[in-house]
Structure formats: structure tokens, C-alpha cells
């Protein structure tokens, strides 16, 4: 964190899920002595932390004991009170953006209970902006279309290697004047480095997708361009994109990946990339 503040990174995002709350504390504590209106921060409602049998660890991929569980809760004081135990972990009596994370099977109480709470609180101050946040792009454009939200954190779906949002979702944001904000850049792992691999949404990375990768990496080189350097700053060529959300887990990566987004791209490379994407399309 001290090393993002350093490179001047000053968005930050979190949510209950993450860590069982521990993402937020550890980023409220980070962020105490920092002056309140130099940074701001998005969270997220619709996952409850209540008790856990604290007999293990989580069991959805967080390495923490299971002291807390999740319980997905889209309604209107289901909102409130996840966003009051949030505002609790992180020590702040406000946050700038509360996005409805992953209401993929609660459409319903999403868009009747959930997002008019949000709306409600924006009005009363309590929020600065609204949204949502989630890995497609479907719902995304229907709640753009339905609602009134200010962002969409689109996940993992205009990255290199997948543009799905791109021909509905970006332009629809633009028309509505819904910013994007580009999360899951590397598809979760496999473009975070110039020799592609890792995974691909959080689960092995399919051979055809890695070959792909493989060819994208190929032509950034023939530009003196590497992977993660391109794969960061292709979503923010769209105009609707605001900014990008990167995980960094180490001081060591916030400085290398910061050091690679300040390096100019020629736009040849774009072009090139282009070009294949049609083509593999």
C-alpha cells in the first residue's frame, strides 16, 4: 500500500468477500493517516459475513480461517447493513463508490430492493456513486439500461484476450455516460507476465486460450512491448473506460507494474493487435 501511494495510485477497491472482510481492514488500516480526500475507495453489497464454525478455512479460495461465511443478500436492509459493517472494517464514515457485487442469480432483488437502496444513499450523501461490478457484460447493459448508475466494473471482459463487452456494453455506457472501470486485466493470471500463464478466470488456462496469449505476447515483442505492459493499458484506449483495476500483491509488483504503465506504446501495436483479434473472431 505504501508503495502504491508512492507511485500515486489513489483508487482503491475492496468488498467483503474478499478475505472475509479482511481486504477491508487491512486497507482501512493502510489508509488512516492518509489525508480522506486525496484517495477514494469502492466497496461492494450483496454477501453478508455472519458466524462461521471456524473450524478451517475459507472455501472460496481466500487463505483465512472460516470464522465468518457469506450469505447472499440483495435486499434493501441486507444493502444497508453490509455497507454500515463495511464502512466499520475500513474506520470511514463515507466511501466514494458501492458497487452490487456479482448479482448474477438475484436480478429480481437486485434491481427492486438493492440498487433503489443505493440510489437512496447516493441521494442522502452517504455514497458518492453507484454501480455494479461483475465477470460479464450481459447484465452489466441491462442495468445500465434499467438504472441509474454512475460506474460498471466490468471484470475480465475487455481485456486482450477477451472483448466481449465491447461492441454493447462500452458503447451503451457512453450513451447512458456510465463510467467503466476495466477490472481483471490479466484475465486473472495469464498476462500478467510476457511468458504467458498462470490461470485464466481463476481455473486453468484452456490450451487454445493459452495459444492465443502465446500469439498476442509474440506480436507485442515484434513492438518492443511486453504482455502485462500492453494488456494494462488496451482497455483504457476506450473512451468509456475510466481507469483499470490491477491486483498487485507485493511492493515489488505495484513499482514493476507502474514502472511498465509510464513506458509509451507505439500505436502500431494496437493496430497489429487489432488485426489479429478480427481475425481470430
Same mark, same amino acid.
Given at each position: 500500500m ?5 507511485a500515486?495510485?489513489r483508487?482503491?477497491?475492496?468488498a467483503?468477500h ?6 477491508e481492514?487491512?486497507?482501512g ?5 492518509r489525508p ?7 466497496t461492494?453489497v450483496?454477501?453478508? @459475513?455472519?458466524? +462461521?464454525?471456524? $473450524?478451517g478455512? /475459507?472455501?472460496? *479460495?481466500?487463505? =483465512?480461517?472460516n470464522?465468518?461465511? !457469506?450469505?447472499?443478500?440483495f435486499?434493501?436492509d ?9 464502512l ?8 466514494d463508490l458501492?458497487?452490487l ?15 433503489p437502496a ?21 447484465m452489466?447493459?441491462d442495468l445500465?439500461?434499467e438504472t441509474?448508475?454512475?460506474v460498471? @466494473?466490468?471484470a +475480465?471482459?475487455y $481485456?486482450?484476450? /477477451?472483448?466481449? *463487452?465491447?461492441? =454493447?456494453?462500452?458503447?451503451l455506457c !457512453?450513451?447512458?455516460?456510465?463510467s467503466?472501470?476495466?477490472g ?5 493470471g ?7 500463464g498462470?490461470?485464466?478466470n481463476?481455473?486453468?488456462?484452456p490450451p ?9 505476447a509474440?506480436v ?10 500492453a494488456a ?13 483495476v ?5 511492493a ?10 509510464a513506458?509509451?506504446?507505439?500505436d ?6 487489432d488485426a489479429l ?5
Open positions: 505504501d508503495a502504491a501511494w508512492d500515486g495510485i483508487f482503491f477497491d475492496t467483503p474478499y478475505g472475509l472482510g479482511l481486504s481492514r487491512r486497507l488500516d493502510a489508509l488512516r493517516e480522506r480526500d486525496e484517495y477514494a475507495i469502492s461492494k450483496g454477501r453478508l @459475513l455472519v458466524p +462461521g464454525d471456524g $473450524t478455512t /475459507d472455501d472460496q *479460495g481466500f487463505a =483465512v480461517p470464522t465468518l461465511r !457469506r450469505v447472499w443478500d435486499s434493501r441486507g444493502v444497508r447493513r453490509s455497507l454500515e459493517e463495511s466499520g472494517r475500513l474506520g470511514l464514515t463515507r466511501v458501492v458497487l457485487h456479482d448479482p448474477d442469480n438475484h436480478w429480481k432483488e437486485a434491481v427492486s430492493e438493492a440498487y443505493l440510489a437512496e444513499l447516493r441521494d442522502q450523501g452517504v455514497v458518492g456513486a453507484i454501480g455494479a461490478g461483475m465477470n460479464q457484460w450481459q452489466l447493459a445500465v439500461r441509474d448508475l454512475d460498471v @466494473l466490468l +475480465g471482459r $481485456t486482450l484476450l /477477451d472483448r466481449s *463487452g465491447e461492441d =454493447v456494453l462500452l458503447p !457512453r450513451e447512458r455516460g456510465v467503466v472501470v476495466a481483471a486485466v490479466f484475465n486473472s495469464l498476462l500478467a507476465r510476457h511468458d504467458p498462470g490461470t485464466y481463476y481455473g486453468p488456462v487454445e486460450l493459452l495459444e492465443r496469449a502465446r500469439e498476442i509474440r507485442c515483442e515484434r513492438h518492443g512491448v511486453t504482455l502485462p505492459q494494462m493499458a488496451f482497455p483504457l484506449r476506450h473512451p468509456a473506460v475510466a481507469s483499470v490491477i491486483g498487485m500483491r507485493s515489488g509488483e505495484v513499482r514493476q507494474n507502474m514502472d511498465l504503465a513506458r509509451p506504446i507505439p502500431a501495436l494496437w493496430a497489429d493487435l483479434a478480427a481475425s481470430s473472431s
